[in-house]
């Protein structure tokens, strides 16, 4: 099973950046697509952004224009860049990867 590790959350105050970044094992990541969810309290998880093997992303409709997803095969590593946050960006943000889920870091948005 992969092994995936989220980390760069953080507090941030509305209108702020943050960058986040999840490392996985194992030899597979560069053949699979990956994703960026995020859960807030009392929410379910919703699908933030993805980006296939092949380099195309998608992104949710509450963070289009605001996230860039990418990835670095070499390294591993898929990371999600945010800009002009909000409060509702808060959340536990994870990383996904086949079935394999990473431990969340949090993202919390307030002045």
């Known amino acids: 099973q992969v092994q995936l590790v989220e980390s760069g959350g953080g507090l941030v105050q509305p209108g702020g950046s943050l960058g986040l970044s999840c490392a996985a094992s194992?030899?597979?990541?560069?053949?699979?697509?990956v994703g960026w969810y995020r859960q807030a309290p009392g929410k379910q998880r919703e699908l933030v952004a993805s980006?296939?093997?092949?380099?195309?992303?998608y992104y949710g409709d509450s963070v289009k224009g605001r996230c860039t997803i990418s990835r670095d095969n070499a390294k591993n590593t898929v990371y999600l860049q945010m800009t002009s946050l909000k409060p509702e960006d808060t959340a536990v943000y994870y990383c996904?990867?086949?079935?394999?889920w990473g431990q969340g870091t949090q993202v919390t948005v307030s002045s």
């Open positions: 996904h990867l086949v079935n394999s």
């Open positions: 194992g030899s597979i990541f560069a053949i699979h697509d």
């Open positions: 980006i296939t093997s092949g380099g195309t992303t």
